[in-house]
């Protein structure tokens, strides 16, 4: 046993987080730890880091157990200006640097970090891969456990990949990960921990079998209630008939009924618990329309916010009811064909010259998401952003009630929510706007799996029509009815996902190949 955590109790207002939690990480586990938005898991690894003191219960460590490195969601703003290559050698002792330097570069290789930025301030670059050198700084020092708080957030299909290889093959430190990636828990974890409704759920299997599991015993314990509940009513109904035949004249029938009063409110204490999940749900209420094309694009050309081409669209006509998924790795100009897409709603590109354009059916009403949600008024309250969109305060008080905010919260100010309540609130706008086709840049990224499936059957049994990009590949597999692939220098359809997963994983291979071959010349 490395750590246990031994019936705790934590929460910042009077009522708990978490409630009298249990469970242990041992030698070998690669534990997930999943739940909604708000459950408590960041908060719980705060407790096992002793950042906090947990009310009731203890956090035991054994003797045995070293450093215990915590990979946190984003990069602490007083290492932003550290290369990526210095903040990794800080992560071995001083007195070790002289003769282990070496195993910076070798960490780097293995995730084919490219030599350019090797030497760049952190702050320079992107989010996934301040992710990735979060990560690899955790590993650096050989610690005896690492925590980490949803690591695949901001990296992309390859860098996902990479993680995974790393935690599988590199890797031998036990782990547990905050996270909301469905295949990476199935690939990446052995043990599952559901936190939810203040307590702690633990399965000894990966994530999607452990949800099985949960529901399963979810059925047999609401079974099981119901049959309590049978039996008491059954109770309480014969000394209800034993009180009245008594009517107070038979000492020895007025006890009978007392002790079966008596019986049912024991057995109504010890009812068996049933969980039962808060209402949020997610229905976008498209508005109809009619016409069968609602995007047309010819011999459209993506550039860069520069100026730079990124890639063409030869032809793309999108329909009503069409899921489009667009292919390629980061870097490539996904976002920057959004944001055309959105610049050619307000303004439709038509070149008879040059037979270029992009327009959208008129009758088109677009509901936008943006995956920082800068599309959000940060000055605003959410309540003031819901009235914004047509409703009225007694309207806008009910849906976001049922969308998860309670009443104390409709005052505050959109820049206080965290990134998981501000995308619930953008999930909110879009069904309050009553939009027909969707545009969405990583629409997944900050909301836990009940929110994704309840996002992923809206948009398929609704019928929706949308263009989104996702490094999400269960909600690419589940939601996509067409791809779009980058591929050199072109968008072009294609049958399937999956070779686009191969060209990546492919991509990584060589990239470490030729990292190694140069490392050893």
Excluded at 33 to 50: H, I, Q
Excluded at 99 to 115: L, R
Excluded at 465 to 477: G, K, L, P, Q
Aim: proline content about 5%; charged content about 25%; aromatic content about 8%.
């Amino acid at each position: 046993m490395l750590l246990q955590a031994d019936k705790i109790t934590f929460g910042y207002t009077d009522i708990p987080l978490f409630k009298q939690a249990s469970f242990s990480i041992n030698e070998g586990d690669r534990i997930g730890l999943v739940g909604d938005n708000g459950a408590g898991k960041s908060t719980l690894f705060k407790c096992l880091l002793g950042i906090e003191k947990p009310y009731e219960g203890h956090v035991i460590i054994s003797r045995n157990v070293g450093k215990i490195a915590y990979v946190p969601q984003s990069l602490p703003t007083d290492l932003r200006d550290k290369t990526f290559a210095d903040y990794l050698l800080e992560a071995i002792p001083v007195e070790e640097r002289d003769y282990s330097s070496w195993k910076v570069d070798v960490a780097m290789d293995e995730i084919g970090v490219p030599q350019e930025i090797r030497g760049f301030p952190l702050a320079h670059l992107s989010g996934g891969w301040q992710r990735m050198a979060l990560i690899l700084r955790a590993t650096m020092d050989e610690p005896s456990l690492i925590l980490m708080d949803e690591p695949t957030n901001y990296l992309d299909l390859e860098k996902i990949f990479k993680l995974e290889d790393l935690l599988l093959n590199v890797i031998k430190t036990p782990y547990m990960v905050i996270s909301h990636d469905r295949k990476f828990l199935d690939k990446c974890t052995n043990k599952t921990i559901h936190l939810r409704g203040g307590q702690v759920i633990s399965h000894n299997i990966p994530y999607s079998h452990a949800r099985t599991s949960l529901l399963e015993e979810d059925l047999a314990a609401a079974k099981a209630r119901e049959n309590e509940e049978a039996e008491i009513e059954r109770i309480r109904a014969a000394a209800k008939r034993i009180h009245i035949w008594s009517a107070g004249r038979n000492p020895d029938m007025d006890r009978r009924a007392k002790a079966m009063y008596t019986r049912a409110a024991q057995l109504e204490a010890k009812k068996t618990d049933v969980y039962v999940a808060s209402k949020r749900e997610i229905d976008f209420n498209p508005d109809d329309i009619k016409p069968k094309v609602l995007l047309r694009i010819n011999n459209y050309q993506v550039v860069a916010p520069d100026g730079r081409p990124l890639f063409r669209i030869p032809e793309m006509n999108i329909k009503k009811g069409d899921r489009v998924a667009i292919l390629a790795t980061n870097g490539v100009g996904k976002t920057q064909m959004l944001e055309a897409l959105m610049r050619a709603y307000r303004e439709p590109v038509v070149d008879s010259v040059n037979k270029t354009e992009m327009r959208f059916n008129p009758q088109v009403n677009i509901g936008y998401f943006d995956q920082h949600m800068a599309h959000l008024p940060s000055n605003k309250t959410i309540t003031d952003y819901i009235q914004d969109l047509g409703k009225s305060t007694q309207e806008a008080t009910k849906l976001l009630v049922v969308a998860g905010f309670p009443y104390k919260m409709h005052t505050q100010k959109i820049s206080s929510l965290s990134q998981g309540e501000k995308a619930r609130l953008a999930f909110l706008g879009l069904k309050v706007g009553k939009y027909n086709f969707f545009i969405m840049d990583e629409p997944t990224n900050h909301i836990d799996i009940d929110g994704q499936e309840k996002f992923e059957d809206a948009v398929i049994s609704e019928g929706h029509t949308c263009i989104f990009v996702s490094h999400d590949r269960y909600m690419m597999e589940q939601v996509a009815n067409k791809y779009y692939q980058v591929k050199k220098g072109t968008l072009v359809p294609v049958d399937s996902v999956e070779p686009f997963y191969k060209e990546v994983m492919m991509r990584q291979d060589i990239a470490v190949f030729d990292a190694v071959k140069s490392k050893r010349r």
